[in-house]
C-alpha cells in the first residue's frame, strides 16, 4: 500500500506536525509513504525519504524540492511534458492546528476528490474550536467541564474561583496554555494566550486529576485503543507536549477498572459516531468522583497516536478501505429546459 503524508502548514503547530511525520516515517513499516510538505506559504513540495530531517526543513532546504500543485484526484508535479501525478493509494492529513484540523484541508481534499484520511469538514470545525467542542459533546451526551469564555474586548473579569486554567480556544499542543492560581496572575495569562487567539475558555484548574486517553477508528467495526493514563511530572507545557509527539512504541495500559474503560469508550463512541468516519482521532478524558468528562478531541493527533495501539498500521490499512465516500449529484439541467421550454412555448 502507497500511504502519502501532508505535512506542516501554516500553523503555531506547525514544528509539531514536522515532529509528527517523521515519526510516522518509523511506524508505517509495510508500507510506501511518501511525503508532501505545506510550507508557511501554503505551497506543497514532495519532500524524498531520505530528506525527512527537522533540520532539513529549518534551513529552507526544502524549497529545492519539488514543487506540487493539487487538481482532480490528487497532487501532481509538472514537468516539459506536462504533469505527473504522485502515485498513492491514500493520503494522510497529519497538519496540526490550523489549515490541518479547521477543515481547510479536509474541504479541499474533499473538493478535488482525493482519497484521505482524517476528519471531514463539519467535525474539524467542531473539534477545532474548544467552544464548539463543549456544545457537540453535550448535544450527543457527554459531559465537559464547566467553563468561561472570553474575547480579546471583554472585561478581564471571571466568576468561578481559582485555580483556573486558560486556553486559546483554538491551538493544541498546549501553546498559549497557563495555569492561573490568583487574580493577579490572570491578566498575564489573558496576554499569553490572546497572543495566539482571539478568544479563550477558562476552566477549573483541578489539581492531581486523573486523565485519560483513548483513540480509536471505525473500519465497519469499532477500533479502540487501549486506554492510557498520561504520567505526567506535573503541568505539560509545550516542549513536554513537542517530545510526546515523537512516541513510536507502545505505552502500557491504564490500570482503571472495567466499569470506568467502559464509560470511556462509550463517551468515544458518542463523541466519534458518525461524524468522525474516515479518521482517526484522539480523545482525552477527565474522571472526576467517578464520573467521565471530555477534555477535548484531537482530530489529528500527534503522530496519530499509534503508540496506543498494538496494530496500528494494519488498522490503518483496514480503515484506508472504509473511507466515507460524498453521494455523486447528477446534474442534468431539467430545471433550466424546463424553463427554456415554456418560454419558447410562450
Known amino acids: 500500500m502507497t500511504i502519502t503524508i501532508l505535512f506542516g502548514g501554516s500553523s503555531y503547530e506547525h514544528e509539531v506536525s ?62 516539459i511534458f506536462g504533469s505527473k501525478a504522485v502515485d ?50 453535550r448535544s450527543v451526551g457527554v459531559q465537559t467541564i464547566p467553563y468561561e469564555h472570553l474575547s480579546r474586548e471583554d472585561e478581564r473579569k471571571i466568576e468561578m474561583g481559582y485555580p483556573v486554567i486558560v486556553k486559546p480556544v483554538r491551538l493544541g499542543s498546549s501553546i498559549g496554555l497557563s495555569v492561573v492560581r490568583s487574580m493577579a496572575e490572570l491578566d498575564y495569562a489573558l496576554d499569553v494566550a490572546f497572543e495566539f487567539d482571539s478568544d479563550v475558555i477558562i476552566e477549573p484548574f483541578v489539581e492531581d486529576v486523573k486523565e485519560y486517553n483513548l483513540a480509536g477508528a471505525w473500519t ?16 505539560l507545557d509545550f516542549e513536554k507536549k513537542y517530545m510526546d509527539f515523537s512516541r513510536d512504541s507502545q505505552i502500557r495500559e491504564a ?58 498500521e494494519d488498522m490503518f490499512v483496514r480503515l484506508s478501505s472504509s473511507l466515507p465516500s460524498e453521494e455523486n449529484i447528477v446534474i442534468d439541467y431539467q430545471y433550466i429546459n424546463s424553463i427554456q421550454s415554456a418560454k419558447g412555448k410562450a
Open 18 to 79: 514536522i515532529v509528527s511525520a517523521i515519526t510516522m516515517k518509523k511506524v508505517l513499516k509495510k508500507s510506501t509513504v511518501r511525503f508532501i510538505f505545506v510550507d508557511a506559504m501554503r505551497d506543497f513540495y514532495l519532500i524524498e525519504n531520505d530528506r525527512m530531517k527537522s533540520s532539513f526543513f529549518a534551513s529552507g532546504e526544502y524549497k529545492k524540492s519539488k514543487k506540487l500543485i493539487l487538481k482532480k484526484t490528487g497532487f501532481f508535479s509538472k514537468s
Open 255 to 312: 490500570s482503571i477498572s472495567n466499569t470506568l474503560k467502559q464509560e470511556i469508550q462509550e463517551s468515544f463512541k458518542k463523541i466519534y459516531n458518525p461524524l468522525f468516519h474516515g479518521s482517526i482521532v484522539r480523545c482525552d478524558f477527565f474522571e472526576v468522583e467517578g464520573e467521565v468528562y471530555l477534555n477535548e478531541i484531537n482530530p489529528v493527533p500527534g503522530s496519530m497516536a499509534n503508540y496506543l495501539f498494538s496494530d496500528f
Open 220 to 235: 465497519g467495526k469499532w477500533e479502540l485503543s487501549m486506554v492510557e493514563e498520561p504520567q505526567k511530572d506535573g503541568f
Open 88 to 137: 498513492t493509494d491514500v493520503l494522510l492529513n497529519l497538519i496540526h492546528g490550523r489549515d490541518g484540523e479547521d477543515g481547510k484541508i479536509a474541504a479541499l481534499l474533499s473538493f478535488y476528490s482525493v482519497l484521505f484520511i482524517s476528519p471531514r469538514t463539519e467535525a474539524s470545525v467542531l473539534s477545532y474550536n474548544k467552544l464548539y467542542t463543549k456544545s457537540f459533546a
